[in-house]
């Protein structure tokens, strides 16, 4: 695993998880307990690390909450010949993006009467990259039937899987910075979009721009979907809290009151 | 074996649309070849005939009826290749101009896998 400087805050953030779980008062007294190894601390601070790597149809509850309430309920306010457009940022290497065509094509039943764009943005260029080459590790698709990698990949090796071209062609991928405004809004309005476990990585004004400028990207009535540890009402006050019977998201209001 | 094979054209503007039925085709048997547009379908179609076309009404540059008009003109056995027409346009009209243009048969989206299957084995002569 390589950290660059950009993921400073991503690593000090999970060093200060790992020491307070272990009672560490000092930097020093966790090193100390991570060099001799005491009470598998190796492998504790490896998996702070690596638990929050994505995969395929991770919390599926909002995927599935996506298929039986947020597009019906979107498709109703559409004109004929409108698109539906969902927003995945961070997309990251491109995970969830295509999860949510997979999950769209396997469990929405009205997959072909709308044209649905996905697109998928990250500050980061090099996972932007990954994305569009499509391939992914055993880790990455653990959480997928082998019916499924069989339906929507190719092995390139035994350990490697290829997402199958004619997926990689519909989803569009670009990069945004969340907290720059002029970057969002170039990326238009959309229906649904997923911006999960990356909020909480931001201070309280950056969380509070990016919340704004999500707010922008969304039509009146569309959905933002969080992480399941995040709140949105402790952001902004700008969305109304949707209780769905999978999940709980934020939408939109339908008149444009700002707050 | 593989001759055997019937060759579907998917003529759909939506991508995870002809992603939709490639997939269901191909789970049933069928090769699949894709278009985005009427103009697109007639260009690979002077590579050769197909077994059977889906098509969708609403496309840019050519749509489904003037692409299926276009088509029935041409000799055979390009005129001749049987059509399900697949759209979100459901009217009396919408059927009839598309059965005015050559369409074998009309299905209003959203149209279910097993019904797509259904149909195409059927208007390919494999009756299923």
């Known amino acids: 695993m390589v950290f660059n400087e950009g993921k400073r805050y991503f690593v000090d953030r999970r060093v200060i998880d790992r020491m307070s779980a272990t009672g560490s008062a000092t930097f020093a007294s966790y090193f100390a307990r991570l060099r001799g190894d005491l009470q598998n601390e190796v492998e504790q601070f490896i998996n ?23 597009l019906d309920e979107r498709v109703r306010s559409k004109k004929r010949g409108q698109p ?8 990251s290497t491109g995970e969830e993006p295509f999860s949510i ?35 992914f590790g055993k880790r990455a698709l653990m959480r997928l039937t082998p019916v499924l990698i069989e339906k929507y990949f190719v092995a390139i090796d035994p350990e490697r899987w290829r997402i199958v071209q004619s997926l990689r062609e519909s989803i569009l991928l670009t990069s945004v910075n969340l907290v720059e405004a002029s970057q969002t809004r170039a990326h238009g309005k959309f229906d649904v979009i997923f911006c999960r476990n990356v909020l909480i990585y931001f201070d309280d004004a950056s969380r509070r721009m990016a919340a704004e400028n999500l707010y922008e990207n969304l039509e009146p009535g ?17 969305f109304e809290v949707c209780r769905f019977a999978d999940a709980i998201v934020y939408r939109k209001p339908l008149s444009d009151g700002h707050g | 074996m593989a001759d055997d094979r019937k060759r579907v054209l998917v003529v759909d503007d939506a991508s995870l649309v002809r992603l939709y039925y490639r997939k269901a085709l191909e789970d049933a048997g069928f090769d ?13 179609l002077v590579a050769g005939p197909v077994d059977l076309l889906i098509v969708d009404i609403n496309m840019p540059r050519m749509d489904g009826v003037t692409f299926l008009k276009t088509l029935r003109r041409k000799e055979l056995p390009l005129a001749s290749i049987p059509a399900l027409v697949t759209s979100t346009e459901g009217a009396a009209q919408d ?3 598309a059965r005015a243009a050559g369409a074998n048969f009309y299905l209003t989206k959203p149209v279910s896998q097993a019904k797509l299957i259904e149909f195409s084995s059927l208007l390919c002569g494999r009756p299923r």
């Not at chain 1, 539906?84 to 997309?91: E, G, L, M, T």
């Open chain 1, 48 to 70: 702070a690390f690596t638990i929050n790597e994505t995969y395929f149809y991770r919390e599926d509850q909002q995927l599935r909450c996506l298929t039986s309430d947020l």
């Open chain 1, 84 to 91: 539906i457009r969902i927003w995945s940022a961070p997309c």
């Open chain 1, 101 to 135: 065509a997979i999950w769209i094509l396997e469990n929405w039943r009205q997959a072909d009467a709308h044209d649905i764009e996905i697109v998928g943005s990250d500050i980061d260029t090099k996972v932007l990259e990954a994305a569009r080459e499509g391939i």
């Open chain 1, 222 to 238: 569309g959905y933002i979907c969080l992480g399941h540890t995040e709140s949105m009402s402790r952001i902004s006050p700008l």
């Open chain 2, 32 to 44: 699949v070849a894709e278009a985005l547009n009427g103009l697109e379908a007639l260009e690979i």
């Open chain 2, 95 to 97: 059927f009839a101009a």
